[in-house]
């Protein structure tokens, strides 16, 4: 049997790496015939848009690659990008492409021999390994259309990175799905990059104002945001010395969340109850001092931010993924993967209702 594969791709501000990437996994893929390549333009800013006409017109005009832009995005969400994409696809097997991955070549035939083996499965990655090894790769999943729909999706309350994945794979089994582990090395293979790609142009991003550091044996991170709410988090002073080589095992310990107000020289802090929690006062040199005498410093753009961030995003992802696995929660009960979309003929646009 040869079942009919979509290979789904969401690109905001990647196209450095979709230029590199896509025109390979096509041709390394056209032998299949029954496939087609879904392209999610997720409102990128760079040149995606003018590349994909001037370089792959033929695929197309020949229906190989379907092009798909939405414009309305602000901020890139993980998971509804992906449910836009998989819901524009039609075929029997939808497959997430990552815009860093290379598929490999062959990858669509070896997606239907299993499938063909085993009609009771899913796809997915091994477990990322030493030195972070398939932490690119980890977004590769392949799955029936149909459980798709059965499962309502990618949970879009994980709206940045990390844990839409695994909340998406434990549904599958408890769906009844087994597991089919892609192993050879060939089909795992991704550009590598540093971690500020994988918050740029995320919500957290988006709404930051300000970080400031209390350092201590638990050091603290309050996280401003424009929104006038705030995060004061407890973290591991490993996550202080990241290099990024291996995966932090518990770097955030504790969040407190609330709104805060500026008030002459203070921010003061309340708790979601709007009960006044804390004030800060404002020194001169920028720092942030408590009515305990403890001094929060400023923490510039750079790494140390782009780490907390990105850590932060990964521990809220897994507060929801294990709300999921503890209560059994609905996903998406008011749709998935909702919005307007135009084709690559501009005439021509879909509504995700």
């Not at 990105?310 to 929660?329: D, F, M, P, V, W």
Request: charged residues 25%; glycine residues 8%; proline residues 4%.
């Amino acid at each position: 049997m040869s079942y009919r594969l979509s290979f789904c791709t969401v690109c905001m501000n990647r196209a450095e790496h979709l230029k590199i990437t896509l025109p390979q996994n096509i041709a390394d893929n056209l032998a299949y015939g029954n496939i087609e390549f879904v392209l999610l333009n997720y409102n990128s800013s760079d040149d995606l848009h003018e590349w994909v006409f001037s370089s792959l017109g033929e695929y197309l005009e020949k229906g190989i690659l379907k092009y798909y832009h939405t414009d309305s995005p602000e901020y890139f969400q993980m998971s509804h990008s992906k449910n836009m994409a998989f819901r524009l696809a039609h075929g029997d097997i939808l497959c997430g492409i990552d815009a860093d991955n290379f598929t490999g070549k062959g990858f669509a035939a070896y997606v239907n021999e299993q499938y063909s083996r085993n009609s009771n499965i899913f796809m997915i990655p091994p477990p990322i390994g030493p030195e972070k090894k398939r932490w690119d790769v980890q977004g590769r999943v392949c799955v029936y259309r149909d459980d798709f729909y059965t499962l309502r999706g990618y949970d879009e309350r994980v709206k940045e990175y990390g844990y839409e994945d695994q909340d998406f794979k434990r549904r599958l089994q408890a769906l009844g799905r087994e597991k089919s582990v892609i192993r050879d090395e060939a089909f795992l293979q991704a550009i590598r990059h540093d971690d500020k790609m994988r918050i740029s142009g995320g919500l957290a991003e988006k709404k930051l104002k300000q970080l400031f550091i209390c350092h201590g044996d638990l050091p603290e991170i309050i996280y401003l945001q424009e929104n006038n709410n705030f995060e004061k988090v407890q973290v591991d002073p490993a996550l202080l010395t990241y290099d990024g080589k291996e995966l932090l095992k518990t770097p955030i310990r504790r969040m407190y969340c609330g709104s805060y107000e500026k008030s002459g020289d203070q921010y003061i802090l309340y708790k979601k109850n709007n009960e006044k929690w804390l004030s800060l006062s404002i020194l001169q040199n920028g720092h942030l001092r408590t009515q305990d005498e403890r001094e929060f410093a400023p923490i510039p753009r750079g790494q140390l931010s782009e780490t907390f961030l990105l850590q932060r995003a990964i521990y809220l992802g897994k507060r929801i993924y294990e709300s999921n696995k503890t209560h059994g929660n609905r996903v998406n009960p008011d749709g998935f993967g909702q919005g307007f979309v135009f084709t690559a003929d501009p005439q021509q646009t879909i509504t995700l209702d």
